[in-house]
């Protein structure tokens, strides 16, 4: 179960300085953006270079941090005239400059090229279909795959021939598509096809659904790589 995001929301005060919650997944610290998940009592951290988990407990305005054992407590900063909801300030930026600010985060956050392999065996076959998805800060998305397989024949009591194929990366830089990001991953192709997907903090990867090439419509794990 996800946890709400707006008991999290708020400007948070500890030893290490102050950290900022928003209800729309977004979290700064240290000068630095990031996107989180809440589950389970388990804060998903998603930096540029992958993700970590830190588990939590969260007492009115009082957040316990479990940091690789070590244990940081945060107090919530009283805001005025606002609900959780919210970590502005007096003398912040407007609103929509905040949620263009929010939106950046969260764009970075999952920028990157993510890889999803998928691979078939059985006695004669072995298929393999890797799609390579690069998503950039912009919106705009990549594409590019490889493909690769191998067969074998009984030509004889004792004699059996293999044969394979394989096709290398084209090195494609073309545009195929827009992304965008609400916590959920979106993907709109230029052929007006429609990936959607998930980001599974257990794992740190991406859960695109029912685009399954070898099993047709099934969902396919993306790796950052």
Same mark, same amino acid.
């Given at each position: 179960?996800?946890?709400?995001?707006?008991?999290? %929301? +708020?400007? &948070?005060? @500890?030893? #290490?300085?102050?950290?900022?919650?928003?209800?729309?997944?977004?979290?700064?610290?240290?000068?630095?953006?990031?996107?989180?998940?809440?589950?389970?009592?388990?804060?998903?951290?998603?930096?540029?270079?992958?993700?970590?988990?830190?588990?939590y407990q969260l007492t009115g305005d009082t957040l316990t941090l479990n940091v690789n054992g070590q244990v940081n407590t945060l107090t919530r900063?009283?805001?005025?005239?606002?609900?959780?909801?919210?970590?502005?300030?007096k003398g912040s930026d407007s609103d929509s400059a905040r949620g263009a600010a929010a939106?950046?985060?969260?764009?970075?956050?999952? %920028? +990157?090229? &993510?890889? @999803?392999? #998928?691979?078939?065996?059985?006695?004669?076959?072995?298929?393999?279909?890797?799609?390579?998805?690069?998503?950039?800060?912009?919106?705009?998305?990549?594409?590019?795959?490889?493909?690769?397989?191998?067969?074998?024949?009984?030509?004889?009591?004792?004699?059996?021939?293999?044969?394979?194929?394989?096709?290398?990366?084209?090195?494609?830089?073309?545009?195929?598509?827009?992304?965008?990001?609400?916590?959920?991953?979106?993907?709109?192709?230029?052929?007006?096809?429609?990936?959607?997907?998930?980001?599974?903090?257990?794992?740190?990867?991406?859960?695109?659904?029912?685009?399954?090439?070898?099993?047709?419509?099934?969902?396919?794990?993306?790796?950052?790589?």
């Amino acid at each position: 179960m996800t946890d709400t995001n707006d008991e999290l %929301a +708020g400007n &948070w005060q @500890g030893q #290490e300085g102050l950290v900022q919650i928003t209800s729309d997944r977004t979290l700064i610290f240290g000068g630095q953006t990031y996107m989180y998940v809440a589950q389970n009592n388990v804060l998903t951290i998603v930096p540029l270079a992958g993700a970590f988990q830190i588990p939590y407990q969260l007492t009115g305005d009082t957040l316990t941090l479990n940091v690789n054992g070590q244990v940081n407590t945060l107090t919530r900063e009283p805001t005025t005239g606002q609900t959780h909801g919210s970590t502005s300030v007096k003398g912040s930026d407007s609103d929509s400059a905040r949620g263009a600010a929010a939106s950046n985060a969260a764009m970075n956050a999952f %920028a +990157g090229v &993510w890889v @999803g392999e #998928e691979s078939s065996l059985d006695p004669q076959y072995y298929v393999r279909f890797t799609r390579y998805l690069t998503l950039y800060p912009d919106g705009s998305v990549g594409f590019d795959k490889t493909e690769g397989g191998a067969s074998s024949v009984q030509v004889s009591e004792c004699r059996e021939h293999f044969s394979y194929f394989s096709s290398g990366r084209t090195g494609n830089q073309q545009v195929w598509g827009q992304w965008m990001t609400d916590g959920s991953i979106q993907v709109h192709w230029k052929n007006n096809s429609i990936w959607q997907g998930q980001f599974d903090s257990a794992s740190g990867k991406i859960i695109m659904f029912g685009v399954g090439v070898i099993e047709e419509g099934s969902n396919v794990s993306f790796e950052r790589q």
